[in-house]
């Protein structure tokens, strides 16, 4: 085992400490949602890390200036060993958050989890009615476990943000998944509409919103915190196919965070395996120092070097960062180029027409995620 | 209609929430906030006014204290904390009974 990171020259980009990692502790997941963010090609689940190697992930973390981490999966509850692993989390003091569907999750589970130090719950949301959102999530029975479970996380006082996951189908009943927050006792509510990447992107005529949709829906959101102010706090993830700028994909690339997937793969973003040539190290083998500072993926896109025209003399790169690579990639065929997304982009106009007829189809069938071997 | 509150009244009793917890970062030599999905840096300042809330003492005897402290004009200590503690009453981190 490899514990102590090798001092090596400096790499072309000065790395800043990671703030936090998201650990993907599986992919299986009792839900099939069509926009699931995990890639195409899922790990096994003999494949995945058992809890004594995301010990060693987390020490090693804990060590290179990460302070909290996000276990998510798939759905992490459906490892039996999520109790010790958040332990393991807690013992070196990473703040540590649970990002789950609720389903697999128990009042003695969840009690101990907070025992072994649990901190905050992020609890998936699909629709605010059980026809939506077993029906998006594919899974029948789902919203019913759901508000049993956040029933239970509110009588532990366990702090809890929503996140609902907002498209064409379900935009529209905004007020109600905010309204559903506040009944929860939810003091985050993360609106964050589809991103088309993973398994969303084959979904994109049953999911992209329109383009008033996703007016309203910013209206909507900017009404609601100032009228729920100290009460509920409300982050909101546009819909940027319609947008004129990029976000600011991750931060910036291997700047302030990165993915650790089932089986050990340390990535900057969920979705960097679509960009092709980039070679994911293997943790807890390679010290998570040693990568952070050194692996060639994180330093592809790190800083400004990298960046094209119109990126490299763009008064906003230092606020976006040329936005998205994977989505550079997706539909420029260069992680390099500007996302698209970006009116300077020359595909700008072909982004958002086929942002337009995908928003515009009717009766379009949802493609649901599959489960892992 | 809330509007955001600038300062808090002398007898309100400030905590953080469960779930918000102040940590000395070792690797980045300084005080954090960490509060779900959020982190911020604490400054000197921040962190001496955190460091005397606990939830029993009233805003005003914070302010008596870190006036004392830091041998500086009480109003001046009661403007700087009762902005930092109404952002984090307004970010859902902190409450006042």
Known sequence: MNTQAQPEPAAAVQARPPMAMLAELTHRCPLSCPYCSNPLELAAKASELGAADWATIFAQAAEIGVLQVHLSGG???????????????HAVDLYTNLITSGVGLTERRLDALVDNGLEHIQLSLQGVDAEMADRIGGYRGGFARKMQVADWIARRE???????????????????????????????????????????????????????????????????????????????VTADHHAEY?????????????????DGRVMPCHAAHTIPGLVFEQAPGTHLGDIWRH??????????????????????????????????????????????????????????????????AEGAELVYRTSPA | MTAPAATLPETARPRLLRGVRTKFDRVRDT??????????????????????????????????RLAATYNAPRDRIAEDAGRFLAS????????AR
Not at chain 1, 320 to 328: E, L, N, S, V, Y
């Open chain 1, 75 to 89: 759905e992490p509850a459906s490892r039996r060993d999520l109790e010790e692993i958040v332990g393991a989390a």
């Open chain 1, 158 to 236: 366990i702090p809890l943000t929503l996140n609902a996951v907002m498209h064409k189908q379900n935009l529209d009943r905004l007020p109600d998944t905010i309204e559903l927050a506040v009944e929860l006792g939810a003091r985050r509510l993360e609106v964050a509409t589809v991103q088309f990447h993973g398994w969303a992107t084959r979904n994109r005529a049953a999911l992209m919103p329109t383009r008033a949709q996703a007016r309203e829906a910013s209206r909507i959101v900017a009404e609601a915190r100032e009228r729920l102010r100290g009460v509920l706090v409300i982050d909101y």
């Open chain 1, 246 to 262: 990029p976000k600011p994909c991750m931060g910036g690339w291997g700047s302030t965070g990165f993915n650790v997937t089932p």
């Open chain 1, 295 to 360: 692996s060639a993926a994180f330093n592809a896109f790190r800083g400004f070097d990298w960046m094209q025209e119109p990126c490299r003399s763009c008064d906003r790169k230092t606020r976006d960062f040329g936005g998205c690579r994977c989505q550079a990639m997706a539909f420029a065929g260069d992680a390099r180029a500007t996302d698209p997304v970006c009116i300077k982009s020359p595909l700008h106009a072909r982004l958002q027409e086929a942002a337009e007829a995908d928003a515009a």
């Open chain 2, 31 to 64: 005080w954090v906030l960490l509060a779900p999905e959020r982190t911020l840096k604490l400054d000197q300042i921040g962190h001496a006014i955190l460091s005397e809330t606990n939830g029993e003492r009233s805003f005003g005897e914070i302010v008596d």
């Open chain 2, 88 to 95: 984090l009453i307004d970010r859902r981190m902190a409450e």
